[in-house]
């Protein structure tokens, strides 16, 4: 929901929704937006004056429940892998792996060129960051041999993190559209029962 604060047409079209709600809601915000200037009658131009339905709320929340579920498994990634206190190059690895890839590519299987270019940008950050630097600079002293076998482990063992990772984001997604259905469905009875009484 912070990112659809951002957006104007957001705020508006939620404005708008509320003040088609339960009277409840409509007057309550209607007590809040005049005082500071808001011409309501304005706003509402063009608006059905039908009650907002459970399609129009769900169309406007549900982009915003899905980035948040996306934006809430790659905070778990970060946090597994970066902010835990046995922090290690591999974990490195397969953060910047799983982050750069699900940003170049999202949930699709890339191209071998793609690929080529997720390492090397996930490589370049291991390898020049605080932990895998160290690391990275013993394995290249004791041989090419080395480091390259370090490396076919960790591209193995990041790709199925990623599957994880994908699973993980699936039950994300699932626990927020649930999230979403409880809460249409308590605003909805509430209106049912405000109208029925």
Known sequence: MLNAGLE?????????LALRGPDLIKNGLTTFLEPQGFNISELML?????????SEVRDLVEPFLKKG????????????????????????????YIG????????????????KHIWEIALWI????KIGAPYW???ESRGEVYLKDWLDLRKDTAR?????????????????????KSIM?????DELDETSL
Do not use: C, H
């Open 8 to 16: 104007k047409s957001v705020i508006e079209r939620t404005f708008k």
């Open 185 to 189: 469905l308590q605003v909805f009875d």
């Open 46 to 54: 063009g608006e059905p004056t039908s009650p907002a339905s459970q």
């Open 126 to 129: 291991a390898q020049n960051s």
């Open 160 to 180: 199925k993190r990623f599957e994880t990772f994908l699973k993980q984001k699936v039950r994300a997604e699932l626990g927020a559209e649930n999230a979403l």
């Open 137 to 139: 600079k013993e394995l």
């Open 100 to 115: 750069t890839r699900y940003a170049l590519v999202r949930e699709r299987k890339p191209t071998k060129e793609e690929s």
């Open 69 to 96: 579920a996306e934006m809430t498994v790659l905070g778990q990634i970060a946090d597994i892998y970066l902010f835990e206190k046995g922090r290690t190059p591999e974990d490195i690895v397969y953060a910047f």
